[in-house]
């Protein structure tokens, strides 16, 4: 598990600059900063207490983060939205 958590640092990291780079043309190293720190540190907790808990534990823990993310994927779907357009203008003039 902590080898999955230490490969799982750098696209973590990577994913911000090819999300923003297009958009903002250029990299914010401040929040590729915060990401990686972010990464290192939840990797050595989460190594720590998952070699504390029990595996069914574990897999209970791991079961409820999908259901979750599951459950908000599944209520964006259905649920209306407030607004049904936006016209956002993204930087220049017209």
Do not use: N
Not at 27 to 48: E, K, N, P, S, Y
């Amino acid at each position: 598990m902590i080898l999955l958590s230490y490969l799982w640092i750098p696209f973590s990291s990577i994913m911000p600059w090819f999300i923003e780079r297009p958009v903002e043309k250029g990299v914010d190293l401040l929040l590729a900063l915060i990401l990686t720190l972010g990464g290192v540190v939840g990797a050595q907790f989460g190594g720590r207490w998952g070699a504390r808990l029990p595996a069914e534990q574990l897999r209970l823990l791991m079961a409820l983060v999908v259901l979750s993310v599951a459950g908000g994927l599944l209520y964006q779907l259905v649920a209306v939205p407030r607004e049904l357009y936006a016209v956002i203008t993204l930087g220049g003039s017209l």
